[in-house]
């Protein structure tokens, strides 16, 4: 196996520096993101970074690398496009809970279902942070919110179990104060070949004052410390995705190796798209551009 050379971590530090509020818990998702590649040895050239909309959509322009910034709810499409595109990138994607679990939850269902080998790193925050404040789809019970004066009458959505039911074949949650961990996490999903769910606590500090810091750091534990726990066991993963209270999971819940939707399909069998021969004149190819532009 060929040994891997690791790649400056400064060499990541993106075009412009984040504009997030000072102490939001990206922050430190960013930093763990820039730690794994870096420590893979991934060159920029050879990562796409994807996202949606909203503060933690903001990450692909804070990283060296290729970057889409798409539409509210739309980065696993526009992700799923790439990657089928050339499957030498190494395609992860970032946003937001709202992003991510409301607006984009179909996207999200069917990229698992399909295994795709894509990387999706969720910053939830359980709020709407850049719309100031609102209710969002991984919100508690209860909580009062801008969009919830009286309390959040709605369940939150299980983003482990989720993932678990919908065929991902790698599941994790990270907390961003544990920002080792965190990139730990983040590498075994991208190497991992098939589509990663990495689910963050990602303190909004701004606009969620129940799940902040030390919400958190009092709560949180580490699956891999717990005696006797198999992350092969899917039934055990979904058990353990249901405890919230006193004790929440982190770590790798769940992780198996299934053929990937690319080395399923015939065509991609030939290699990426992008180094196969067109099959159209290019007359033809030229129309199709400029009926599309
Ligand atoms: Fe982060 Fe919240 Fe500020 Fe957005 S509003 S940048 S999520 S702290």
């Not at 990562?47 to 322009?61: A, M, R």
């Given at each position: 196996m060929a040994s891997v050379i690791e790649i400056p971590l400064e060499t990541f530090a993106g075009p412009v520096d984040p504009d997030w509020c000072p102490g939001c818990g990206d922050f430190g998702v960013l930093r763990a993101l820039q730690i794994a590649v870096s420590r893979l040895g991934i060159q920029p050239k050879d990562?796409?970074?994807?996202?949606?909309?909203?503060?933690?959509?903001?990450?692909?322009?804070?990283?060296?690398?290729?970057?889409?910034?798409?539409?509210?709810?739309?980065?696993?499409?526009?992700?799923?496009?790439?990657k089928l595109a050339n499957q030498d990138l190494r395609v992860v994607i970032t946003g937001g809970d709202g992003d991510g679990y409301g607006i984009g939850l179909g996207h999200f269902v069917h990229a698992m279902r399909r295994n795709l080998d894509l990387n999706y790193i969720v910053m939830n925050n359980q709020i709407y942070g850049l719309t100031t404040g609102q209710a969002s789809p991984t919100t508690m019970k209860e909580h009062r919110t801008k969009s919830t004066p009286r309390g959040n009458a709605e369940l939150p959505i299980n983003p482990i179990a989720l993932a678990l039911v919908s065929g991902a074949t790698y599941v994790a949650r990270g907390f961003s104060g544990e920002a080792k961990h965190l990139a730990d996490l983040f590498a075994g999903a991208i190497q991992h070949k098939g589509f990663s769910l990495v689910d963050v606590f990602s303190p909004c500090v701004t606009y969620n004052n129940v799940n902040t810091y030390p919400f958190f750091k009092q709560r949180v534990y580490k699956l891999e410390a717990e005696q006797g726990y198999d992350h092969s066991d899917s039934r055990a993963a979904l058990e353990k995705s249901f405890e919230w209270g006193d004790r929440i999971p982190i770590g790798l819940f769940y992780k198996d190796d299934q053929p990937t939707y690319e080395d399923s399909d015939p065509v991609l069998r030939n290699g990426p798209l992008v180094h196969q021969p067109l099959r159209l004149n290019p007359e033809t190819f030229q129309g199709f551009v400029e009926e599309l532009m």
């Open positions: 990562l796409l970074v994807v996202s949606g909309i909203g503060c933690s959509s903001n990450l692909p322009g804070f990283i060296h690398a290729y970057g889409v910034h798409s539409l509210h709810g739309r980065a696993v499409p526009v992700a799923t496009g790439a």
